[in-house]
């Protein structure tokens, strides 16, 4: 695996994680606005329970995810902190644990995008030199 891929793992993370959570407000909305009716207590069970039963599975999920998210966050914070360069660990920790965009890395960093594409490929340049070009485990 490439060091890019390897520092970008935690995306696909972080975007099932903010579905999960989507599911998970939806689902409790629906389990706060609850009112008991008279179909609910017919058999195959209740509606709201369900709902409840579904929102601790997604509960569940979103921790692990999280869990597994703070744990790919700080393997990549370790290897980050390798570099020498300051502005090239504030571009390569924005995108790759923040997973802010381009344009909000430049924003906040008040660099322009060009230069902020250019810190980044340094970045990964030097990582790469700083670990000895080794083949990027998961």
Same mark, same amino acid.
């Given at each position: 695996?490439?060091?890019?891929? +390897?520092?970008?793992?935690? /995306?696909?993370?972080?975007?099932?994680? *903010?579905?999960?959570?989507?599911?998970?407000?939806?689902?409790?909305?629906?389990?706060?606005?609850?009112?008991?009716?008279?179909? @609910? *207590? *017919?058999?195959?069970?209740?509606?709201?329970?369900? =709902?409840?039963?579904? +929102?601790?599975?997604?509960?569940?999920?979103? @921790?692990?995810?999280?869990?597994?998210?703070?744990?790919? @966050?700080?393997?990549?914070?370790?290897?980050?902190?390798?570099?020498?360069?300051? =502005?090239?660990?504030?571009?390569? /920790?924005?995108? /790759?644990?923040?997973?802010?965009? +381009?344009?909000?890395?430049?924003? *906040?960093?008040?660099?322009?995008?060009?230069?902020?594409?250019?810190?980044?490929?340094?970045?990964?340049?030097?990582?790469?030199?700083?670990?000895?070009?080794? @083949? +990027?485990?998961?």
């Amino acid at each position: 695996m490439e060091l890019k891929q +390897w520092l970008n793992r935690g /995306y696909e993370i972080s975007k099932k994680l *903010a579905v999960k959570k989507g599911h998970m407000e939806t689902i409790g909305s629906v389990i706060s606005n609850y009112e008991p009716r008279e179909i @609910d *207590a *017919a058999p195959g069970g209740n509606s709201s329970e369900m =709902n409840f039963i579904r +929102w601790s599975e997604l509960k569940k999920e979103v @921790d692990e995810l999280q869990f597994k998210l703070l744990k790919i @966050d700080r393997e990549v914070d370790k290897v980050l902190k390798l570099l020498k360069n300051p =502005n090239e660990y504030v571009v390569l /920790y924005s995108r /790759y644990i923040r997973r802010l965009s +381009w344009q909000e890395i430049s924003e *906040a960093s008040k660099y322009s995008e060009q230069h902020t594409y250019r810190l980044h490929k340094d970045g990964i340049e030097h990582l790469d030199q700083i670990t000895g070009f080794r @083949d +990027w485990e998961v």
